[in-house]
């Protein structure tokens, strides 16, 4: 499962911007065991820019953009970082880690540093602190809470940067909590039987979740204008493949608006999507969604052969746990 407290963050990262006069940023990074020959750099105000490798093997650019947070991405991992005008970074990163190893240097290197140590200790207190029960789950919230402020405040960071991280961590602890009482509502959901649907086909007629009795079926709720739901598309395929022909029915249910239907139907033959493509019949308020409390997508369920739920929030298609959970189910 992709880090939700990551996530939490990017939802906000963009409206971050401390102006909208464009900066000058001096960029490069050196990545091991690289997944792509490009790194792109989305900001404020819609700014992106995909930086190809060199002959070097260094991705290295000038950025134009506007102070403030940004992201980076592979095309596999993101992460954040800060930017501001004047900052020459170089950045070292092993895919094979992540965050454990990026490591920044130059011009901005201190608050870049800070925000990566924050992901790693954003990660290891979803791995540690989610599952927990309520009170003991409050108390570690808690202490991450006092321990991070603390943490923003001590260190020898620019100013401009302790006021934006400030902003941005009540918004990712308000939504912390939030997303752990949901999670603790669809959790209860598991082992009870799923709840059904009759949903238009992209092949034609009606399918129901009843139709695929015996079998482990792998529902993905995404729509169109959904980005992340976008990037789990090559990852769903592969799985598919993987698993052609075994115990299993992968199971894709758009939750477009009506109007916007001749839109799902081009992207599945465009995309040549795989699976079973289905149609909500009423977008988020169709009742599938309301009775699996989904508030955002993409959103992955895994049902076993007797209809019950094995997991009412299963990991995403790029995660290797879903692998590891499907070959030991799935013959």
């Known amino acids: 499962m992709r880090k ?5 963050l990017l939802s906000v990262f963009i409206s971050f911007a401390q102006t909208e006069k464009k900066s000058a940023v001096k960029f490069s990074a050196k990545i091991e065991n690289r997944n ?6 989305y900001g404020p105000n819609r700014f992106k820019q995909i930086i190809p490798v060199n002959k ?22 993101s992460s954040l970082m800060y930017l501001k005008n004047g900052d020459d970074l170089a950045m070292t990163m092993n895919t094979k880690e992540f965050d454990e190893s990026i490591v920044y240097k130059g011009k901005g290197a201190e608050e870049n540093n800070f925000m990566a140590q924050k992901a790693l200790k954003d990660e290891q207190f979803e791995l540690t602190a989610f599952d927990k029960e309520s009170e003991e789950f409050n108390k570690m919230f808690e202490a991450k809470k006092t321990a991070d402020f603390e943490s923003l405040e001590k260190g020898k960071l620019d100013e401009t940067f302790k006021a934006t991280i400030k902003k941005m961590m009540t918004q990712q602890f308000s939504g912390m909590q939030r997303m752990y009482t949901e999670n603790l509502q669809i959790k209860k959901l598991n082992g009870n039987p799923s709840p ?3 949903y238009e086909n992209h092949k034609g007629g009606v399918t129901k979740l009843e139709d695929f009795k015996g079998k482990y079926v792998y529902i993905d709720v995404w729509a169109t204008w959904c980005g992340p739901c976008r990037a789990e598309i090559p990852f769903l395929k592969k799985t598919e493949e993987k ?18 239907k001749d839109k799902w139907r081009a992207m599945v033959d465009d995309k040549q999507l795989g699976g079973v493509q289905l149609f909500a019949d009423n977008d988020w308020n169709s009742q599938f969604v309301k ?5 955002g997508i993409p959103r992955f369920i895994l049902i076993g052969p007797d209809g019950n739920i094995v997991n009412a929030n299963a990991d995403r298609p790029s995660s290797e746990d879903l692998d590891k959970v499907l070959s030991e189910l799935v013959n």
């Not at 939700?4 to 939490?8: D, E, H, K, V, W």
């Not at 075994?246 to 249910?253: A, G, H, L, R, W």
């Not at 009775?291 to 508030?295: A, E, F």
Request: proline letters at 0%; hydrophobic letters at 35%; aromatic letters at 12%.
């Open 36 to 41: 792509s020959d490009t790194l792109t750099i």
């Open 56 to 77: 070097n093997g260094v991705f290295e650019a000038t950025l134009e953009t506007a102070d403030g947070i940004h992201q980076f991405s592979d095309g596999v991992e």
């Open 291 to 295: 009775d699996y409390g989904i508030n």
């Open 4 to 8: 939700l407290t990551y996530l939490l």
């Open 243 to 260: 698993y052609h022909g075994k115990n299993i029915e992968f199971v894709s249910i758009s939750i477009d608006k009506l109007k916007d």
């Open 196 to 198: 059904s649907f009759a």
